[in-house]
Every structure is written in structure tokens, then in C-alpha cells.
């Protein structure tokens, strides 16, 4: 996305708010290779059970209905709360990593300009992810939407005047020169990952932290690997599926001529760059 300096406008930002599902195919080709080491019948397939979640159990359905009800009632008290208060929702436009720095600027310039009755509220959408960094488990919290913050302001010429001339704001969301404000549900929706996570902080229990998202930094679906450990050690392998929980990963490997998938552990593979 490209920069611009802070007099300048930037047209027409749009955001995608949707969700991305992303999709995998399963070979015809399986055998299942059961703990490293045991010995194959070259004339014999057997399907691969799919990569499961740890710590699933009887309870699990109780656990996610009561974390949803957690959840939509505190989507509801949001939504309440939105809908009560004055001023709009726009979404200022910023360099990227610099959100949190954007948010303190406005805030303190609609402080030290008496601008507080025109600026209202800013907010930096974030979401609690686990990442999985070098075989190390750590939980971070980051930006929803990367280079957006949140602010609700009454839009008048010296309020839109202070958010454009903020150090490291390149624009705001909406058609041409004209801000566009958001809509309640649009709101809901952006903020909704920060919802999750007070819940989730709220919640005691093993299964609510089993819940978190939970991201694989080293490894991608696609990627090529070399298997350092196990049979397989030395061959190379691609990437099908990646299990973050129990960090396992599924990849193909060429077997007796065949692209056959194996189930390894993350520290048995290194990613070939």
C-alpha cells in the first residue's frame, strides 16, 4: 500500500471485513506410517486419520456453548452501547505498525486543541493470537486490520482538519475527498476480535485457552521442507496441512515413485528457503 505525506488525500480506502476460508485437497494416495520407524507393505494403502485438535473431550460442546453466550452478550452490550452514543465512526487511514502512535496523537492534539467535544474516542481493533515461533508457543496481541484505527468524532471541518494533519495519518476511509462513516454492524464487526479476547481473559480454564487462535510462524501450507528427523530423514516435502495445537503438520513426500502424505512433528522438518 503506498504512502503518502500527511496533506495528501488518500481516495477511495476500502477494507475487506470479511473472513477468509481457505480450502485443501486430499490426495487419493495415503498410507498410514503409525509411529516412525514401523515398516510399510509396498502393496498396501491405508488412509491417514485427519489431524486433530488436543484436549478434545465430552465437554467440549459445553465449554464453546458457554463461551458464545459469554460472547454474544457482550457483542449485545457493545452493540447497546454504540448505538447510544454520539458522534460517528470513521476509520483514519495510517502507516502500518504505527496505529498505536496515531491513537495517542489524535487523542492528545483533540486534548491540547479543545477539540474534545468534536473527537470523541479512538480505538486500535485488536485480537489475542498464539503464535508458534521456533517450536515456542507465545500469545500476542495485534492489530486487526493493520494501518486502520477507529475514531468517533462529530466530522466537521476543524475535527477532520486535526485527524488529517496527525503525524503518520495518510488519509481516512471513504469516496474520493469525503470521509464515509461506518455503519453499527460494521463497528461490531471490527471490534468483534477484541470482544473475544476479554472474554477469553475473563474465562478461567484450561479450554479457554485451548480456544485461542493459534498461528504457525515458521511453516505455511505450500512450503518446502526437509525432513531432519525419522525415516524420511533427507527428503524433501510439501506442506498440505498444519495443525497449530498439537504442532503437527501433514506434507507429501515422493515414496516408491508416489507423493504420499506423512504426518510429522514441527521439529522434525526444517523449511527449505
Do not use: C
Not at 480506502?13 to 494416495?29: H, K, R, Y
Not at 468534536?118 to 481493533?125: H, L, N, R, S, W
Amino acid at each position: 500500500m503506498t504512502e503518502s505525506d500527511n496533506t495528501s488525500e488518500n481516495n477511495d480506502f476500502e477494507i475487506d471485513l470479511g473472513a477468509v476460508e481457505e480450502s485443501s485437497n486430499e490426495d487419493d494416495i495415503e498410507i498410514d506410517l503409525g509411529v516412525f520407524g514401523a515398516e510399510e507393505d509396498d502393496e498396501t494403502d491405508v488412509d491417514i486419520a485427519p489431524l486433530t485438535e488436543e484436549g478434545e473431550d465430552e465437554d467440549s460442546d459445553e465449554e464453546d456453548l458457554d463461551k458464545d453466550d459469554a460472547v454474544a452478550k457482550a457483542l449485545d452490550e457493545l452493540r447497546a452501547r454504540l448505538e447510544s452514543e454520539y458522534g460517528d465512526w470513521y476509520v483514519i487511514h495510517t502507516y502500518s505498525g504505527m496505529e498505536n502512535r496515531v491513537k495517542q496523537n489524535v487523542d492528545s492534539r483533540a486534548q491540547s486543541l479543545n477539540m474534545e467535544d468534536y473527537i470523541f474516542e479512538t480505538i486500535v481493533p485488536t485480537e489475542e493470537v498464539v503464535e508458534v515461533r521456533n517450536n515456542a508457543r507465545k500469545t500476542v496481541t495485534r492489530s486487526v486490520t493493520p494501518g486502520y484505527v477507529l475514531i468517533r468524532m462529530e466530522l466537521t471541518d476543524d475535527s477532520w482538519s486535526l485527524v488529517r494533519q496527525t503525524p503518520s495519518v495518510t488519509g481516512i476511509v471513504g469516496h474520493g475527498q469525503q470521509p464515509v462513516s461506518l455503519s453499527i454492524d460494521e463497528v461490531v464487526h471490527m471490534l468483534t476480535p477484541s470482544v473475544i479476547a476479554q472474554v477469553n481473559a475473563a474465562q478461567a480454564g484450561a479450554a479457554v485457552t485451548r480456544k485461542k487462535k493459534i498461528e504457525v510462524v515458521d511453516f505455511a501450507v505450500g512450503d518446502s521442507v526437509m525432513v531432519t528427523d525419522g525415516p524420511f530423514t533427507g527428503v524433501h516435502a510439501t506442506i498440505t496441512e498444519i495443525n497449530a495445537n498439537n504442532q503437527r503438520l501433514r506434507a507429501l513426500v515422493e515414496i516408491l515413485g508416489r507423493e504420499t502424505p506423512v504426518d510429522l512433528e514441527f521439529k522434525q522438518v526444517e523449511k527449505v528457503v
